[in-house]
């Protein structure tokens, strides 16, 4: 098994004067020894998203406008760990796939997890479950599967489990969000999640490639729309595909 590498830890920018042996030490708890784990692995953050940080994802050298909201909201993070400043949801949308919104969304989910830890480091109050990645498309697909193979099978508890903790999280990534048609099953657990995690007053970083004021015709659902809209700051990804470039 390879072990983690501190180099890459979202807490390295948080920790510039620890030696490589203490910052690997927080790190295995975030990333788990292997990479593969610790708090990373429970908010289901993408494995080759786990690494990005708001200080230095690639996307930002592109994204002047995206690279203004991402500064600020990096401090709103730690001023919601100190003085308990309500953070606002967030759009992030392109026409174009590729621009580097799940990039960026998984940076920001990232850099709460690391605040959260240090939180508690420092005896502040912190989340148990601070963040949750979702992916739309694929967890209307789990839905589909498990609503085909009928009560009670694998697909519906796990579809059941992710809403739960995309309810719960405290920050939530929805990734992809209208991109593929929704089934009208399928529309109500989205809505369950939207309108709860509002009514609840937590912040949802959304990646989407249709603009907040065209959701409604692809939602379908003029009161989920309304929802997301909800203390929501849209946030337009420019260019084309930088897929591949590395
Ligand atoms: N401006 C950029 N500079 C360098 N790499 C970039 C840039 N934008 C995106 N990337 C890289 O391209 C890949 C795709 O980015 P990402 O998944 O964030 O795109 P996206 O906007 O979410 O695309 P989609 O709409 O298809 O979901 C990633 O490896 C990311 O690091
Ligand atoms: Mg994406």
Redesign the pocket.
Known sequence: MTQFDATQSILRHHAKSADPATLWQHSVILHGASGRGGALESANIPH??RH?TPVD???L???PKAKQFVDRYTQLIGEHFTTGHRLKSLY?V?A??????????CALLNEFIAVNYVAGLQGHDNYRNPAYFLDANEWQATYNLGVTLGDGNAYLRKFTSQLEKALTAQLCVI??LAVSALTDGFRRHLHTLINGRMLAGKPTIY?S?VALRELLLSLGDDRLADRVKDMCAEVA?V?G??????
């Not at 174009?96 to 969304?105: F, L």
């Not at 595909?241 to 590395?246: A, E, I, L, M, T």
């Open positions: 080759d998203y990005y994802a690639p996307p050298d592109s994204q992030f392109s174009s796939p590729g621009t580097g919104k799940t990039t960026i969304a990734d992809d990646t490639n990804f260019g595909s930088k897929r591949g470039v590395r």
